[in-house]
């Protein structure tokens, strides 16, 4: 457990891609925080919330999350221009709505039909977004909130899910090796156990267990 001054709790679960994107935005933002690991076998685990500030929690999901976590201390986790954040914000939502939910089902589903095919047709969105790009991440030259919520979850792809074919997403298969050369990438997922953490994972979902 690290504990620091801060008012700002984490529950890190390893298992849930989410929580790895929320711990990649708290350890590339620097914001003071305390960390709690959580266990696959700690019954508590699941009563729990993400993020916690003096006692207040309402994290549903990873755009809440950023939400919550930009209003802490005045630092600016989402671009300054409004523009920009709001396009950023659609970018996510879009992501957290209609794709995320595929990516569930290419998990619990051993119909590739019914699950990785759906994500596969899913991810032409993020195939696009990324052709209009203004750098070979979704936040540009660098990588932002948006690259941090994402990543999780297609770094799953292969893993959790049948394997990427060369000539299929291909703009997102680059995306996916620029970000796993970043050292933050690295710092993050040591403690990953894939076939482990996939199994609970899709057991909380099986069960509506929000993972």
């Not at 969105?125 to 990324?130: G, K, S």
Request: charged share 20%; proline share 5%; aromatic share 10%.
């Amino acid at each position: 457990m690290e504990s620091t001054d801060s008012s700002i709790v984490f529950y890190n679960r390893h298992w849930s891609p989410m929580s790895q994107a929320v711990k990649l935005v708290l350890t590339a933002t620097n914001l003071p925080h305390k960390t709690v690991d959580l266990a696959t076998n700690d019954a508590s685990a699941n009563a729990l919330p993400t993020l916690a500030r003096n006692g207040t929690s309402a994290i549903a999901n990873y755009k809440d999350a950023i939400e919550f976590l930009n209003s802490v201390n005045g630092r600016t986790i989402v671009p300054e221009k409004s523009e920009d954040r709001t396009k950023q914000f659609k970018l996510l939502e879009h992501f957290v709505l209609h794709i995320v939910p595929f990516f569930e089902r290419a998990v619990i589903l051993t119909s590739p039909r019914e699950g990785f095919d759906l994500l596969l047709e899913s991810m032409s969105f993020l195939e696009n977004h990324l052709t209009t790009s203004s750098g070979r991440f979704f936040g540009g030259e660098q990588p932002n909130f948006v690259d941090y919520g994402i990543y999780p979850y297609l770094d799953k792809t292969g893993k959790w899910t049948p394997v990427l074919k060369p000539h299929q997403c291909i703009k997102v298969q680059a995306w996916l090796r620029s970000m796993r050369e970043l050292p933050l990438i690295a710092d993050v997922f040591t403690n990953e156990k894939s076939k482990e953490h996939m199994q609970y994972y899709a057991d909380n979902l099986k069960m509506g267990v929000a993972a």
